[in-house]
C-alpha cells in the first residue's frame, strides 16, 4: 500500500497556518510555527533623535497571516548606554489588521535622546496557541541606532532567551549577511532552530495594518517561514537578499519549558533591516 512520511510531531495547526500542502485524506502545515513578535519602526538607523513611534503585533509577517489576541506583556524597556528605562507605563493597547482579520496590538511611543543605539525590549506573556496547545512567550529585540554611532547594539542582556548580535541589525546592506549568537539566560544554544520571514506586507503606521500587496513573490512555501540552524557553539549566519525588516525567531531555547501545566516555549525574536544598495 502507498503511504505517506508524515511525521506525527507535526500537528494541524488551524489557527496559525501560514501555508497548508493538500495531498488527498491529508492536509498539514508546512509552517512549523512561524510566530513573530514584532517591535516595528520603519527606519533603524536614524540621521537624528527625536520621537518615534513603536507598533508591536504578535504576528506571521511573512504571510500577512493571523494577529494573535495576546495579553499585557511582561516587561517592555529601552536600553541605551547601559540605562535601562521601563516603557510598559506608556504601552497602549491597540489593533492590528492583516489578511487574516485583526487582533490586538500594542504600541508605544519612545524618545531617542542623543547619538548611539536604543535597545527595545519586549518580553510577551505567555500565549496559548490552542492548534498546538503549547503557549509561547517571546523576548523579542529591536535596535535603533542613532547617527550611526555604535554603542549597546552587541549588549547581552541575560535575557531567558535572547539573540545577540555579532552584526548591527541596522546597518545591513541588500546582499550582505546577519550574524546572531543563540543564547539561553546566557549560555548559547547549539543547534538552535531559527525561523526567518521577510516583513513581506509594509507595516502602514497611520492605519496599524499590513499593506494588502507583498513586496516580493516567494517562489515556495519553504521560502515564507525560512527554517535554519544555528552551529555548535549558537551561532548563525542569514544573508539578506533582499532590502527591508528581517525577523529571526529561535525556538524554545529559554530554560522555562512549562506553564500552567502545559508546554512552554521561550523564544528568541531579533529585528534586521537591510538597506539598498545605491550607485551614485
Ligand atoms: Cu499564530
Not at 488551524?14 to 501555508?19: F, I, K, V
Not at 495531498?23 to 520621537?51: C, D, W
Not at 531559527?194 to 519553504?222: G, H, L, R
Request: hydrophobic share 40%.
Amino acid at each position: 500500500m502507498f503511504t505517506i512520511p508524515f511525521n506525527p510531531s507535526q500537528t494541524f495547526k488551524s489557527a496559525c497556518l501560514t501555508a497548508v500542502m493538500t495531498i488527498p485524506g491529508l492536509v498539514f502545515s508546512s509552517a512549523a510555527s512561524a510566530h513573530f513578535q514584532m517591535i516595528y519602526t520603519p527606519e533603524l538607523l536614524k540621521n537624528r533623535g527625536g520621537e518615534i513611534e513603536l507598533k508591536m503585533p504578535f504576528t506571521h509577517p511573512a504571510a500577512n497571516g493571523h494577529v494573535m489576541d495576546i495579553a499585557t506583556p511582561e516587561a517592555f524597556y529601552q536600553v541605551r548606554k547601559g540605562k535601562k528605562t521601563d516603557l510598559l507605563p506608556q504601552l497602549e493597547t491597540s489593533t492590528w489588521k492583516s489578511a487574516d482579520g485583526e487582533g490586538v496590538s500594542y504600541q508605544s511611543k519612545a524618545r531617542l535622546r542623543g547619538l548611539g543605539d536604543n535597545i527595545f525590549i519586549l518580553q510577551s506573556a505567555p500565549y496559548l496557541e490552542q492548534a498546538e496547545d503549547i503557549y509561547i512567550q517571546q523576548f523579542a529585540k529591536t535596535i535603533v541606532n542613532v547617527g550611526s554611532l555604535p554603542t549597546d547594539w552587541d549588549s547581552e542582556l541575560g535575557l531567558s532567551a535572547e539573540i545577540v548580535p555579532l552584526s548591527k541589525p541596522y546597518a545591513l546592506y541588500e546582499g550582505g549577511s546577519f550574524t546572531g549568537v543563540v543564547k539561553s539566560a546566557g549560555k548559547p544554544v547549539p543547534f538552535a532552530e531559527i525561523e526567518v520571514e521577510y516583513v513581506n506586507y509594509q507595516p502602514e503606521m497611520k492605519s496599524n495594518a499590513f499593506s494588502s500587496q507583498p513586496t516580493i513573490d516567494p517562489p515556495a512555501d519553504a521560502f515564507i517561514t525560512m527554517t535554519i540552524k544555528a552551529d555548535a557553539n549558537g551561532t548563525f549566519t542569514f544573508a539578506l537578499p533582499k532590502a527591508g525588516h528581517w525577523g529571526f525567531c529561535a525556538l524554545g531555547v529559554g530554560p522555562k519549558t512549562e506553564h500552567k501545566g502545559k508546554e512552554l516555549s521561550q523564544d528568541a525574536v531579533i529585528w534586521v533591516q537591510a538597506h539598498p544598495v545605491t550607485d551614485l
